[in-house]
Structure formats: structure tokens, C-alpha cells
């Protein structure tokens, strides 16, 4: 059975930044509060409003396939993994389908919230692992700027815009080699959106009880997220037999860097070993961790062994043991010697 080998990753992030310092002329905080409670420094905004997910999720999948050198035509399934589709129906995914020109390819949206991007990728691994398809894109992207209450001066500092995307392709060695997924709904009004579904559709009375934004009981939260992301890095780390030496990086959502850190340490990684990048880009849902295995393609290689782990909102948890499956600055370099070629000889 081949397994599922990510084989190529792109990203999107919006131009404009929406600062710490920013934040203070708008609520009552300040930047160190936020760095101390965070981590974050920054975020993106898309704050173009005729531009939602999709324009994001598809910036997002064109350079990951330009990277890969394939023609959107070649690809077979697309799983866009979002909380903010550009509405219900149609899916996101069949609206990056068509900008990118992928004719031969199905799709469909998953929703998990800050798991949704670890559950696509499992979902999307069977795919591969039964022979059903051999080129799959997954894609975590979210406009979260659009259900944040910039009022909410607990909440509106936590998120932010951005989408990535990653190619998987069947690789006989390396890939997604083991999975472990939970959800427990029990707690779900500790983190929900109430307004907008079948149960409490739109209404002036919901828009004005701000139904329509994002609800965080952040304390309680943050103890289920630290237990949950702990938890499960060790669970998988456990079944496959890995030790802290075998670990090459944990990928970790980016919620919270205390989170982060408490994972880590249950874990027995050293700071060198996590993939951090919330103090730039904020929470950015479903694309924090395909985003950081973008910024830091050039420093894997073929083998490295990655623990992906998440927490969000269902309450959805979950983790994934990956083996890398290329070098990524060799093929880093060469994208860029591809767009360089490109500009110069338009």
C-alpha cells in the first residue's frame, strides 16, 4: 500500500498587517499584554470585501502546483478545510476548483475548525492509500477576520487571514503514516459561532446580539486545548515507537504559544524542534499548520520524521505522524529559479 507524501506546498497571506500597536487604538490592551498571553506580534487582513476564502485558498493551491510543475487538469480530488466558506452552498472547494481550472476534479469542504486542516489530510491520505486517486490537493484556508468582533478585546487579537495548500501524491516510503483523530461535543458552547445555521438563522435580532461572530470562553478553552494537543502528540508518538530524538519538528496549530509550549514539553522536544510562527501571523485557523510547513520547506528533508497536532472548536482534536517525502530546498530553489526565469523572460 503506497502511502499519502505531501509533495509540494503553496500559501497565501493578505498585504496588509493589522499590528499589536494597531489593536491598542482600537480596544482597551496593550502589545505586551498580548505578547505575554499569546505570542503574537501581527496578523494578516484581507480586507479587500470582494475577496473571500476562496480567493485565498486558490492563491494558495496555484503555487502549489506551480512549485510542482503540474497542470491543474492532472489533479483528481480538492478538500478545502474552512469555518469561513464564501457561504453555504456552493462549496469552497468547487469555486477553487473552477478558478484554477481543475476540470477532472471533484471536491468538498471539511469543517473541524482549527482541526479541520489535520482531519483533510487524513481524510485525503485514504484516498491515495486505497489507489482511488494519486493527486490530491489539500487546502486549510480561513478569513477569520470576517466572524471576529474587533470590540471583543479578548478574542479580536487572537486571529487572523491566510490560506495553504498542500499536493499529496503516492510515495512507496514517506508520507502520512499514522493517524489519530477525537471529537467530543459536549463542551461545543465554549467555542461556537451561534448565528447563521438552520438553528438560529439571520435575523436582525441575531445580528444585533452579535450571533454572527466568533464565541470563545478563552480560560476553559485553553485548559482543554493544552490537555488535548498534549495528549494526542504523545498518543501518536507512543504507537509508532518514536522517541523525542526521532522527532524531527512538531507542527503544531498555532492558538496560543503557551499551548504550543506545553505540547512540546510533554512531548520532551526542545524549542529548536517546534515550528513556530503565530508572532506573525496570528490564529489563522485551518492554515496554521500547512502554513508552517511552508515557511520551513527548505529546512526538511527526505525522512524527517513530523508530528501534525491540533485542537479546535467541536471540540476536534488530533494528531498525525508524517514522514517528509523531499528535500525542500532543493525544491524551494528551483521554484524560484522557475519564477525568476519567468519574470525575466515574460
Known sequence: MPYAAITSVGHFLPEDRLTNADLEKMVDTSD?????????????????????????????????????????????????????????????????????????AWGFDLSAACSGFLFALSTAARFIESGKHERVLVIGADKMSTITDYTDRKNC??????????????????????????????????????????????????????????HQEGRSVFKLAVEGMAQVAVEIMERNNLTADDVRYLVPHQANLRIIDATARRMGLSPDKVMVNIDRYGNTTAATIPLCLYDWERQLRRGDNLILAAFGGGFTWGAIYLKWAYDGDKVAAAAEATAEASTTNP
Open 32 to 104: 505586551e499584554w498580548i505578547r505575554t498571553r499569546t505570542g503574537i506580534r501581527e496578523r494578516r487582513i484581507l480586507r479587500d470585501p470582494n475577496k473571500a476564502t476562496s480567493y485565498m485558498a486558490t492563491e494558495a493551491a496555484r503555487e502549489c502546483l506551480q512549485k510542482r510543475g503540474m497542470d491543474p487538469e492532472d489533479v483528481e480530488l480538492i478538500i478545502v478545510a474552512t469555518v469561513t466558506p464564501d457561504m453555504f452552498f456552493p462549496a469552497t472547494a468547487c469555486l477553487v476548483q473552477a478558478n484554477l481550472g481543475a476540470r477532472n
Open 157 to 214: 487579537i487572537l486571529f487572523g487571514d491566510a490560506a495553504a495548500a498542500v499536493l499529496l501524491e503516492p510515495d512507496p516510503e514517506c508520507g502520512v503514516i499514522d493517524s489519530v483523530e477525537h471529537c467530543d461535543g459536549n463542551n461545543w458552547e465554549l467555542l461556537c459561532m451561534l448565528g447563521g445555521g438552520s438553528l438560529n438563522p439571520p435575523t436582525h435580532e441575531t445580528v444585533d446580539r452579535k450571533m454572527h461572530y466568533l
